[in-house]
């Protein structure tokens, strides 16, 4: 969990922006562990822009033999400006086990309630 904050968050050393949280699923009263942990990180918090998330889910994508493709596909329709503009696209990123498989989600906002820049007229 550590390595994963560290990783998403460029090794922040305060997460005083914004918070990453947990959740667990218990589903079975009787287990000893949840059935499902996952960690949520708001990466776009500890980011310049969300060039820089890209760049580390994808560095971590590949660390941990994931593919990225369909992230990256996903990213692109989502995105309707550049990612150097900022931050704000990606919502959360997050790491979970469920039923002791590792998963790593990215949660993409289409920022529809952020108001566009109005064009100046001279």
């Known amino acids: ?34 059935a499902e942990t996952n960690l949520y990180v708001p990466a776009g918090a500890y980011a310049r822009d969300d060039r820089e998330v890209c760049a580390r889910f994808v560095a971590h994508l590949r660390a941990t033999g994931g593919d990225d493709a369909l992230y990256l596909r996903a990213l692109e329709a989502v995105a309707r400006r550049p990612l150097a503009a900022g931050p704000g696209i990606h919502s959360y990123v997050a790491s979970s086990r469920r039923d002791g498989a590792a998963r790593t989600t990215v949660y993409l906002s289409p920022e529809l309630m952020r108001a566009p820049v109005p064009a100046r007229h001279h």
């Not at 390595?3 to 005083?16: I, K, N, Q």
Request: a neutral charge; aromatic letters at 6%.
């Open 1 to 34: 969990a550590r390595a994963f904050v560290a990783a998403m968050t460029d090794g922040a050393a305060r997460l005083d922006a914004r918070a990453p949280y947990t959740c667990h699923a218990l589903l079975d009263p009787s287990a000893e562990r949840p």
